[in-house]
């Protein structure tokens, strides 16, 4: 964000990695350049975030999921720290929209929160950026948990409870039933699309609009340079104390969009296992498929 000649440098991605734009510092990144506005492909720098926020997430969590199936309890701030975002994950996002059947689907739910929010916390350092100000990793995002509540209500249910879990449930005779059933079966339907793209819009708009109003505030530092000594440091001690102010409030919206995404994903998901058991059981045959029907899971954790 440091001194970019424009605000888009610090949101969009690119195959360079800028540091200070103005003084043309930055690094090249493999890939291959198109001489047609500056565009092609290879590795980006959004690209190289992603599989950092993925190591550092395996770095921290592989040693704790090691201590806890030892049976050893996991000592000192660092470790209860991470494990209790885990807990509160699991406890108050997965079981009460979920169900019995949470620790089924839990891992995901931690993966997605963790991964979010940590590309959510990249953007607040220097010389980085945040994945996801793109709104083509968003959109990969919000695909991937359209595909999990999918195939993990067919999984558990079959296809037949799965498809019919999208036809309103309504208290009325039959024939009737069918022919409202058969009119809003295709709105539901389109409805958990546009609810996981929602899920895509909401993420990439908050983090680019956060991104690239501090990056404007920012701007104002070199736009006054050489206008007078004393305009530059009232202009540049304003920016600053406007930039340190207004990262806190992205600091909160970088936790903020991060658990909203898990928490709409698993109200999705439980909405979906729930109407799909209700078929499942008014239809039978399928109720059960994949990983059995226990009254007493919702109860056990790990």
């Known amino acids: 964000m440091i001194f970019a000649a424009n605000a888009f440098d610090h949101v969009l991605d690119s195959l360079h990695w800028h540091v200070f734009e103005v003084w ?48 050893e309890a996991p000592k000192g701030a660092f470790w209860n720290l991470f494990e209790s975002i885990l807990t509160f994950i699991r406890d108050d996002v997965a079981k009460p929209y979920i169900g019995k059947d949470a620790d089924h689907y839990v891992h995901y739910l931690w993966t997605v929160f963790l991964f979010v929010l940590t590309c959510n916390l990249f953007g607040m350092i220097p010389f980085l950026g945040s994945p996801t100000a793109s709104f083509a990793m968003t959109s990969v995002l919000a695909a991937g948990s359209y595909v999990f509540i999918n195939v993990s209500s067919i999984m558990r249910f079959g296809w037949k409870s799965h498809l019919l879990s999208f036809a309103p449930h309504l208290e009325m005779p039959m024939a009737l039933r069918i022919g409202i059933s058969v009119l809003l079966w295709p709105i539901e339907f389109m409805g958990l699309i546009i609810k996981c793209f929602v899920l895509a819009v909401r ?18 530092i070199p736009a006054v340079r050489g206008l007078g000594e004393g305009l530059e440091w009232t ?43 209700h078929y499942a059981h008014e239809f039978g045959g399928d109720h059960g498929h994949g990983h059995g029907h226990d009254d007493h899971g919702r109860d056990h954790a790990y």
């Open 235 to 277: 202009v540049t001690i304003a920016s600053v104390l406007g930039v340190v102010l207004l990262s806190m409030l992205e600091l909160f919206v970088a936790l903020l969009q991060a658990y909203l995404f898990t928490f709409l994903t698993a109200l999705f998901l439980g909405g979906v296992l729930e109407h799909a058991e």
């Open 24 to 71: 043309h510092w930055e690094i090249p990144l493999p890939g291959v350049h198109s001489a047609f506005e500056g565009k092609g492909f290879g590795v980006t720098k959004y690209a190289i975030l992603m599989m950092l926020a993925a190591g550092l997430i395996c770095w921290i969590y592989i040693p704790l999921a090691k201590k806890i199936q030892t049976g």
């Open 203 to 220: 993420l990439f708009a908050n983090l680019f609009a956060g991104h690239m109003v501090l990056a404007t505030i920012l701007l104002f």
